[in-house]
T-cell receptor
Framework: EAGVTQSPTHLIKTRGQQATLRCSPI?????VYWYQQALGLGLQFLLW???????NRGNFPPRFSGRQFPNYSSELNVNALELEDSALYLC??????????FGPGTRLTVL | GEDVEQSLFLSVREGDSSVINCTYT??????LYWYKQEPGAGLQLLTY?????DMKQDQRLTVLLNKKDKHLSLRIADTQTGDSAIYFC????????????FGKGTRLSVIA
């Protein structure tokens, strides 16, 4: 069974640009979660999508947004990039509210 | 509010046991998890325990749960250099609309 996949692996942008990160969940999982892991800050919950709807959102500004497609894959968009947005962005999928399975992450660097 | 606390660093010698501790706040959490993150990688689920259990053993891993004190620990027996990683504790709050809450992670360094 294929695991959670994320693309791209690395992304380099400059301040003010927009970034789009993609995630494909494990087949049969309807929930997708996005986390930001900045250096020294642990995992910060960003967004949770389930069945195409945004279910919950972490304490991040509106320039962090996303969506979930009918096939349950998901995009995370970050507008007006700032230097402090540089981080590893992790996606996880889950068949329910409990166990989450993580992808390898997208490392975003903002110059 | 929900908060999961872990110590940030732990250093042990190869072959010794490692014990990583975690405290959580939501007494109604149904499951508690331990995840492992190796350098540059995503998180890998190591083990989990259901809240009505006190202990779970899985090969070299032992999870102990003290619900009264809201304390969770992960013991790694015969720690190896390949166990060097960041270990995250997470709780599953029983509030219906909240995903897992993670601690900040404990960086385990294994000295050969």
């Amino acid at each position: 069974e294929a695991g959670v996949t994320q693309s791209p692996t690395h992304l380099i942008k400059t301040r003010g640009q927009q970034a789009t990160l993609r995630c494909s969940p494990i087949s049969g999982h309807t929930s997708v979660y996005w986390y930001q892991q900045a250096l020294g800050l642990g995992l910060q919950f960003l967004l949770w999508y389930d069945e195409g709807e945004e279910r919950n959102r972490g304490n991040f500004p509106p320039r962090f947004s996303g969506r979930q497609f009918p096939n349950y894959s998901s995009e995370l968009n970050v507008n007006a990039l700032e230097l402090e947005d540089s981080a590893l962005y992790l996606c996880a999928s889950s068949p329910d509210l409990n166990e989450q399975f993580f992808g390898p992450g997208t490392r975003l660097t903002v110059l | 509010g929900e908060d999961v606390e872990q110590s940030l660093f732990l250093s042990v010698r190869e072959g010794d046991s490692s014990v990583i501790n975690c405290t959580y706040t939501d007494s109604s959490s149904t499951y508690l998890y331990w995840y492992k993150q190796e350098p540059g990688a995503g998180l890998q689920l190591l083990t989990y325990i259901f809240s009505n259990m006190d202990m779970k053993q899985d090969q070299r891993l032992t999870v102990l749960l003290n619900k009264k004190d809201k304390h969770l620990s992960l013991r790694i027996a015969d720690t190896q250099t390949g166990d060097s990683a960041i270990y995250f504790c997470a709780e599953s709050p029983n509030s219906g609309n909240t995903p897992l809450v993670f601690g900040k992670g404990t960086r385990l360094s294994v000295i050969a």
